[in-house]
Every structure is written in C-alpha cells, then in structure tokens.
C-alpha cells in the first residue's frame, strides 16, 4: 500500500544503474510464520555510469531488516538509511560485498507478489517488482547476476524444494527439516528467480535437443492433480521441438521444470528453469477440461517455453520495452499454434479478441503505444497493448520481410544480444541489419498509440482497363498523444473477378504482374496504387489475413459481402466478409429497436448461413466461426455511443430468427456430429475440436427454438459425454434457457459432482456469471456466498465477478448502476487484498465514455467513490485517476 502519492516513471529518465551485481547468494529458512532471507550481493562499481562512488539505493519493500554488512563489516543504523521502498549505504570501494538478513511474512501475503504461499506450498512472483519484496536488491532487469539459491523447510510438509537452474547439493538438518541448493549458471534479472517448496509430485519426460543433448522435463503438481498432466508434457516436447526447427533456439540448462499453482495472478511465468503456472494452465484432461482449455495449455506452455530466449536469454534494458519480450513472444506462440492446429482458426479467434478487447483499450483511458513511455505503476501495463499489439507489429515486421530475412533478423538479434538487456530499438535494427530494409518511419508502432483507421475508396476505368485504390489513413489523438505521423501499414490484397478468380497484379510502372495476392505498403497520409491490365471491374479482398492491426473502411455491399464470403481464397478475409455482413445486419436491427420499430432480419444473412451450413466440404471450425455472430463487446466497441440494450436484444433477435430458418441443416449437423462424439472417444487435436465447435455451436441456435427434440438432446449430451467440452457447453444452453427445472438439476449435479475440482468449479460459476436472463446481479451475488467461492483466489475472482462484468454486458450495465455498484465494492476491498487483481477487474469502469449519459453519469460516479474510499494501492489509484481524466 503506497504511503505518498506514486509518481510518474518516464522513459525518457533512464540511466544506467551506478552498480553491478555480479553474484547473489540467497538463503531462505522458510518456516509457518516466518521466513528468513539472507542475501550475499557481489557488487561493484558500473564502469559505464561515471566516476566517484554515488550512495548506493536498494529497493525493498514490507522487509523487516535484521542485520546488514558491509565487506563483513556489521552496520549499524548510522550507517544506512531506510525507507519504505529504500535501503541507502555509502560504498567506499569500486568493488564490495553486501550481506543482508530480512524477515517476510509469506504466510500473509495476499498479493500474491514476491513469496507467498498457495494452499500448503511456497512459491515466488517476482515479475515485474516483487522480488524487492523478499530482499534488498537493485530489483530492475538490466542489473544480471549469477544466482546460488539454498533453500530450507520442514521436511515432512515440504519434501519438495525448487529454485532456478541445477541442483548442485541438499541434505537434511536435525528437527526434521531439510535444505536443497540450486545455482543457476546464466545471469539474469531478478525478475526471473523462483522458488517452489512443497509435497508435490511430478512427471517426468526428457527431451534430447538438436545437438543431442539429454533435457530432464518435471512437471509439478498437487498429488490430486497427477493425472491431468500429460497434455502440457506433450505440449512442452512440441514447444522445445518447434522452436528449435523455426527459430533454432535449443534449450539451455539440464532440467526445465513446471510447477503448477492454484492462487496466481496471472497464466504463467517464465522463471528461469523453473516457470510456475496457474493451475488453470497446466491442467488439462477429457473430463475436466474443455477444448479450449487444452488449446490454451498448449499456448501458454510454448509461451513461457520460447520466453527461455525471447525474455531470459536476451531480456528487457528497463520494463518500459516489456513488448521486446512479450510482443515477441506471443507471436512465437501464435504461429506455433497455428502450426499444431488451424492457422485459419488462430487467425480469426486472434483478430476477434484483439478487436473487440484491444481496439477498445486503444480508444480508452489507459491507450498507451506498445513501447509506453510513461508509468505508475507497471503492473497496469501487461496489457494488450503491449502483449496482443505487440505481436501485431513483429507480424507486420514478418510480412514486409518474409520469413526467410525475419529468421536472418532473429538469429542476428539472438546472437549480438546473447546475455544482455537490450531495447525495442535494438530489435529492429538487428531486423534492419540482416534485411538491409530501413524500418526508421515504421517504428512509429512503438511509439504512437491508438488503433489507425484505413479508408479505402475504389475507381475502375474500363476504358483504360486500369483500376485505382485510392487510401487514407489517420489515427485519433490518444492520452498525451493528439498529432499522429503516418504509420506503415502493410495491407495484403488480391484483386476477385467475376467468378471469385485472383488477378494477377500490375502496378503502373512495373513491367509484369507481381503475383495474384500482394503486399502493398501504405506508408503517407494518402496514397493511391493504380493496377493496369484488369479487364473488368473486380471486387478487392483488403487486408488479406489481418496484415496491419488496423480498422478498415470500404463501402462494400452485402451482396458484395456474400460473395466474398463465398468465393476469397483467403480464409480469414472468408470469415472477415461474413462478419462484416452480419455487422451491417445487426446494425440494421438495433436502429430498428432504437426507433422503437419492428425488427426485421436481412433474409441474405439467413441464406448465406444456409449455404455455409450445407456446405460439407468447408472445416468445420471455420462454418463454427463463421456462425458465430460478431459478439457484444465487439458491436460496443465499433458503436458511437453503445446502447447495451439494444446491441443485445438486436443480437438476441438475429439468433432466434437464424435459429428458427435453419432448424433442418442446424439440427442435422449437430446430430451428425454429436454422433460421432458419442461414439469416439475424446481426442486433443484439431480435427476433433473442429467437429465438437460445429457441434455445440449448433446446440446454442438449437435451443433458441424450443422444441422439445433439442431439450431431449442437449440434456443428454450433458449426462451421456467424456468430456467436459460438450458437457458445458449443454450446461451453458441449459443455464441461458427458460427450462428452470433442467437447469436446477444440472447445475446442483455439476457442482455435486465436480465440488473438489477447483478448475470446473470455476466455470461452473463463470457459465452462471456469463447468463444473460434477467437478474444477473442476484445471481452472481448469492455465488459469492458459495463455499467453493473465495475472493482470495484470482481464478475464482475472474471466474465470477470479472465474467459477470465482462461477458455479461446486458446485466451489468443495467440502468439502475447496481452492476456498476457492486464492481467498485469489489475493486474496494481486493485493492486492499490484491491491488493487481483490483486493478485489472476495473476495466470495464473504465469504458465509461462509450455509454449514453446516464450510465456515464453511474459509471463515473463508482469510480470516484473508488477514489475516495481510502488508501489506494499504486494499481488501482492510476487507472482510476487517468480514467476520471
Ligand atoms: N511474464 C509474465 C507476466 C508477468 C506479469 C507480472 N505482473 C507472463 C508472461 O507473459 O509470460
Ligand atoms: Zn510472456
């Protein structure tokens, strides 16, 4: 809890730590109501800050010091200054060494930041500043240093003892306790340190790396849980095997570790050798976890894997280039998924979370560029800026070079920076290097924020036989940000004729076509490209797979729509042409609604989900994704002013009415899908997933009609299954239909049944949180009141509250503000809990502006109320303050 006001952290301060520390040797005696750290720091003078000896500042914070020496020399309180956040010595020599005892309370330690304890095990989160809270350090990534970890405890609760790197010894003690060291042999920040003590169990795999070296793999878990390992083993090996085939990184230590834990902020974190996950994570099995679930191990375990060079080996020079790591290393995850699974799929499930998520952080309060230069607090910027964003721009960067020079800029990064902490600049020129291409005017990504919008206006000369695309690009003015250069912005195109056929493509002045689907560079304010040799008129599929994060603008007609729908060869403009008809459509009908008119659905919409559900040779998944209708938070976002109401009864409407017209081929895919379900046992992988989307995306539109046939269906699904894939998704129609009876039932013999298994729990709450039926606010709030609910978990907290005010927008922006009221009561006690959890759960206040007055008004005032309810942690006190702004 910060005692003075937080300052502003600029970019434009940075300096160079005036000290080292080239060794650090760490004791932990962990015991039940304390723990001791003891921390030897081999420091000296950095030769690259100056002369002369400045006072050397630790950070530390909610450390009780107990003693301190200076080259063995014992200090006394003369000595040093001590303040909240500070220890200041005096060093008298270039070269020195600092030998500190703290005691720590992990044991109370709700943060969940620094070391703290999960159920009955120890474990760390240092990442971005915790690690100042377990000893006094120079707690900031581009001070590197060699790390010894011994680690003490009682043997009988905690047999197992984990830190970074090798173990080199352990043994036992009188008293029943027992000590293990780890030293790890790579120097690295702090932020990467780890420790696990625990009664775990593991799997154990090995991997032999492409220079035939022996990796042991151990996955850690509660004994419970041993079961539902395998699927993260598997996806560890695939990880190490992908990066060394696309990247060619190797590991690097002898034994890479998961540890899985319940109470965690976050997904995961890629502590050297030893990344600890949430539970969430790790686990995965037919029954308990859905498909998407296994996907998102899959992803997260091959994103803390690849960290193991975009992040540790080559880390960040200060936390304002976090995207250098992050960025990066989400479009390494990306592409590994879209290699393992559907490309096409990843593709639109990727656009449609940053558009409607992304897009809207972009428009609000807390827009910040990829590269911030200016922080409070820097937990509030592991956002999807930095994260999603950033993956964008090295997309954009792999597009204008292609992947052979990309992989040439990769390696050269890798190797020129192997050990360092370096910045986003020094990032793109080892792309500039190994490419020769000047990315000056493109690095205008990382610097300026808010989403570019794309206006792209069409003229065909038919006596010429030349077609023109004239574009205009601009940018709004974002927080601290009101002028905006021109970004560049690589837009791929393919130019349709008649029979859906690509054109080859000319520009004027080049002296024969240069393929049927280019990249063409948008890099002035406005700029036309002129295509000669097109001999009628054709219709253009822009910004083929996504390849500029921006919003596009052509006046396309539906029917337009519904042949590009139809007919682009590229799968994702497929699906992007059948979202921006059903965007039209619905605009259509919330106009209608808001003139107090009937509603009245396109028939065209109906057709083309027709065609889309007969259409057998297409994959599944795509008809899934192409049946799902752009989702609430998506129509927001893209609305003026959001009217809530009407978004969700236009969007209600258009399902019912798509559900009545399509019964036969919806009820026959499902059928013969769910057949295949039954009668398969459950498989991971992408062709099953495929068929169980189209399966239960079917089931939702089913269950609008009321027939008495799909009831009978949907509830044996939800008893007659192997996995938790259909028998949630029965579970959630069920609990978002009017069979209250059916729904009791189900939802009282799901929790009977799965009451031990904190994972499902958690979506048993989060289906209840996510209903849109009247009464949301009731419901959520007598969950609270569950046994299995507590607000000291962070899954538990997602699940329920941060679902019911981000998924279930109808219930939560209800006119009389209680959603609004009861967020804020929340915010208020988790920011004396959690402060990160308070804060990220304060998102949707923060949208404010997108509402009608009277919302505005409610929204504005929980958030001032917020800010007057007491001492603010540092998290929740910027994003309220810059959101009042
Ligand atoms: N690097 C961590 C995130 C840490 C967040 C700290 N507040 C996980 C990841 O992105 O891989
Ligand atoms: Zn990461």
Known sequence: MRTEQPKMIYLKDYRVPDYLIDETHLTFELFEDHTLVHAQLVMRRNPEAGAGLPPLVLDGQELELLELKLDDRLLSAADYQLSDSHLTLQPTQEQFVIDSSVRIHPESNTALEGL?????????????????????????????????????????????????????????????????????????????????????????????????????????????????????????????????????????????????????????????????????????????????????????????????????????????????????????????????????????????????????????????????????????????????????????????????????????????????????????????????????????????????????????????????????????????????LPFVIPVELALLDARGRELPLQLVGEDEPVGRSRVLQVTQAEQAFTFVGIAEKPLPSLLRGFSAPVKLSFPYSRDQLMFLMQHDSDGFNRWEAGQQLCVQVLQELIGQHQRGEPLVLDPRLVEAFRTLLLDEALDQAMVAEMLSLPGEGYLTEIAEVADVDAIHAAREFARAQLAGALFEPLWKRYQANREISRSTPYVAESAHFARRSLQNIALSYLMLTGRAEVLAACLEQYEVCDNMTERLAALAVLVNSSYEAEKAEALKAFAEHFKDNALVMDQWFSVQAASTLPGGLQRVQALMQHPAFTLKNPNKVRALIGAFAGQNLVNFHAVDGGGYRFLADQVITLNALNPQIASRLLGPLTRWRKYGEQRQALMRGELERILASGELSSDVFEVVSKSLA
């Open 116 to 484: 703290y304890k999960s159920g009955g095990m120890f474990c760390t989160q240092c990442e971005a500043e915790g690690f100042r809270k377990i000893t006094y350090y120079l707690d900031r990534p581009d001070v590197m240093s060699k790390f010894t970890t011994t680690l003490s405890a009682e043997q009988h609760s905690y047999p197992v003892l984990l830190s970074n790197g090798n173990p080199i010894a352990s043994g036992s003690e009188e008293g029943g306790r027992h000590w293990a060291t780890w030293e790890d042999p790579f120097k690295k920040p702090a932020y990467l340190f780890a420790l696990v003590a625990g009664d775990l169990w593991c799997v154990e795999d090995s991997f032999t790396t492409m220079s035939g070296r022996e990796v042991t793999l151990r996955i850690y878990v509660e004994p419970e849980n041993i079961d539902k390992v395998q699927h993260a083993m598997d996806s560890l090996k695939k990880s190490m095997k992908w990066d060394e085939e696309v990247y060619g990184r190797e590991y690097d230590l002898d034994i890479f570790m998961i540890v899985a834990v319940n109470d965690f902020n976050m997904g995961a974190m890629e502590n050297k050798g030893l990344n600890i996950f949430n539970s969430s994570c790790v686990l995965a099995k037919a029954e308990t976890a859905t498909d998407a679930a296994h996907q998102r191990v899959e992803a997260v375990v091959a994103h803390e894997y690849f960290h193991n060079w975009s992040g540790n080996r080559v880390t960040c020079r200060d936390w304002f280039q976090l995207s250098l790591k992050e960025g990066f290393t989400v479009f390494r995850d990306a592409e590994f998924s879209a290699d393992m699974n559907s490309r096409t799929v990843k593709r639109i499930e990727d656009v449609a979370y940053l558009r409607t998520h992304q897009f809207a952080e972009d428009a609000g309060p807390m827009a910040h560029p990829v590269r911030p230069d200016a922080f409070m607090e820097i937990s509030n910027f592991y956002t999807l800026t930095v994260y999603e964003k950033g993956s964008e721009v090295l997309r954009m960067i792999h597009t204008l070079l292609g992947p052979e020079l990309f992989r040439k800029g990769s390696d050269l990064y890798f190797e020129r920076h192997d050990g360092q902490a370096v910045t986003c600049d020094d990032f793109v020129k080892a792309m500039e290097d190994a490419s020769g291409q000047d990315l000056t005017q493109f690095k205008r990504w990382y610097s300026q924020a808010g989403t570019p919008l794309l206006t792209v206006s069409e003229s065909y000369d038919a006596a010429a036989n030349t077609y023109r695309l004239q574009l205009r690009q601009s940018c709004p003015a974002t927080p601290g940000q009101s002028e905006k």
